[in-house]
């Protein structure tokens, strides 16, 4: 079947893009072919097109597992807007009441839909799953897919009930998409989804228009960020930091500053959250101060800077963060703020920790560190830094347990 058509007329016809980027239509050809492809593409490479395309193309119904539902609907919503017919793009998840339901299901059985988003809690429910069973199934996507493994730095134990329940619901293609490179990831992903044979498609993570810079963390930090801020005006950013009271704390300050900032964090009630994500989106609101809660398929392609105001937890979970910057391919600043201090605040909140996660966390330092030192790693200055750090803490740690 993917020989007879033109794949760049059809993404022309559906998407209105000119040409694919990357490795976008060889994997789509693999997938076409009825291939189980793994896709390792950098944040802003353009993953999604590579299932959405082919859902399209593909008789019944594509399965698009994906981790959250804030992300969910924005990617139905944007199929919707290229399409006449609403019924062509669904999810189900827990905020759905039965209604819902029983809408989307009678659009699937109809023949309208062609992808259908779920949270891997949706999925293992026996009922959604008799009920997929009696539905022809293009092909399963498990988008985010480093979720699945407890060495990537968002792991969500659900993940890993997927190959069974693919099983009971009924074989077709597999593809699984992840921005997290590390081959122990990729491999327990592989491993996990049962797909060691699978394509496997690897982008290059070079992302040019990104300008490293590490800058000293003094007690002028604040000063510094508004400094930076006002002169960069009507630019949109994004400051991480590590804890909750630090990501209010922040917003106010700049706020007193005559800076249109807004927080962000998993703690905050979900309706201003919800309402401070979308006005950043709309820019309404130029910079958000956040914790990593913040960002996860965050599709807004002119953010100019992203901030670290303390150091990250992972170079993995770095690099997504800094990932968000220049998606439109126009320059992004990444800018971390750094001292010796940061490092210690890590040891002791894995301290802290079951001596199983304690394992955990330190092989991703380690991970962490032979990741910076790999061709993936994008500025030698910042690497060679946090390297030397990390090093210096991870013989810390093993000789002290
Ligand atoms: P990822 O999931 O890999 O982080 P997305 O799928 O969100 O990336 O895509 C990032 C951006 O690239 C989106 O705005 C998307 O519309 C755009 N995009 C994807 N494929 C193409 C293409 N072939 N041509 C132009 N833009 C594209
Ligand atoms: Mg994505």
Redesign the pocket.
């Known amino acids: 079947m993917a020989g007879k058509i033109n794949l760049t007329d059809e993404?022309k016809k559906y998407?209105g893009?000119?040409?694919?980027?990357g490795n976008?239509e060889a994997i789509i050809h693999n997938l076409l072919n009825g291939g189980d492809t793994f896709v390792l593409?950098?944040?802003?490479?353009?993953?999604?097109?590579?299932y959405q395309l082919p859902s399209l193309l593909m008789e019944g119904t594509a399965i698009v597992i994906s981790p959250l539902i804030a992300l969910m609907k924005n990617q139905v919503d944007?199929m919707r807007n290229f399409s006449e017919e609403d019924g062509i793009a669904h999810f189900i998840n827990s905020s759905l009441n039965k209604g819902a339901i029983d809408q989307v299901r009678s659009d699937i059985l109809a023949g309208k839909t062609k992808l259908l988003y779920v949270a891997p809690e949706s999925l293992t429910k026996e009922e959604n799953v008799e009920f997929l069973r009696s539905v022809k199934i293009s092909f399963y996507a498990v988008?985010e897919a480093h979720c699945i493994s407890e060495w990537g730095h968002d792991f969500r134990p659900e993940y890993r009930r997927i190959r069974p329940i693919i099983n009971e619901i009924g074989k077709a293609p597999l593809i699984a998409?992840t921005?997290t490179a590390t081959p122990k990831v990729q491999h327990d992903i592989q491993k996990n989804l049962g797909m060691v044979d699978a394509q496997v498609f690897k982008s290059s993570f070079n992302r040019p228009n990104l300008y490293y810079e590490v800058r000293a963390k003094t007690g002028n930090i604040d000063r510094d960020i508004i400094k930076f801020i006002k002169n960069n005006p009507e630019k949109s950013g994004i400051i991480y930091c590590l804890s909750r009271k630090k990501v209010e704390e922040l917003a106010e300050i700049l706020q007193a500053n005559g800076i249109n900032a807004r927080p962000y964090h998993a703690g905050m009630d979900s309706v201003t959250r919800t309402k401070n994500q979308d006005d950043f989106l709309m820019e309404k609101v130029e910079v958000i101060v956040a914790t990593i809660a913040f960002g996860m398929?965050i599709?807004k392609?002119d953010v100019r800077f992203v901030i670290h105001y303390d150091i990250p937890k992972s170079l993995e979970g770095y690099y997504q963060e800094t990932?968000r910057a220049g998606?439109?391919g126009g320059e992004g600043q990444c800018i971390t703020f750094y001292t010796n201090k940061d490092l210690q605040k890590l040891e002791k909140f894995m301290q802290g920790k079951p001596v199983a996660e304690q394992e955990i966390g330190k092989q991703l330092l380690l991970e962490t560190a032979a990741y910076a030192e790999s061709s993936v790693c994008r500025r030698k200055s910042y690497c060679i830094i946090l390297v030397k750090s990390i090093r210096k803490k991870i013989v810390e740690i093993v000789t002290t347990v």
């Open positions: 993404l998407f893009f000119d040409k694919f980027k976008q593409m950098p944040t802003g490479g353009g993953k999604s097109l590579c944007a988008d998409l921005a398929g599709d392609p990932g998606r439109d």
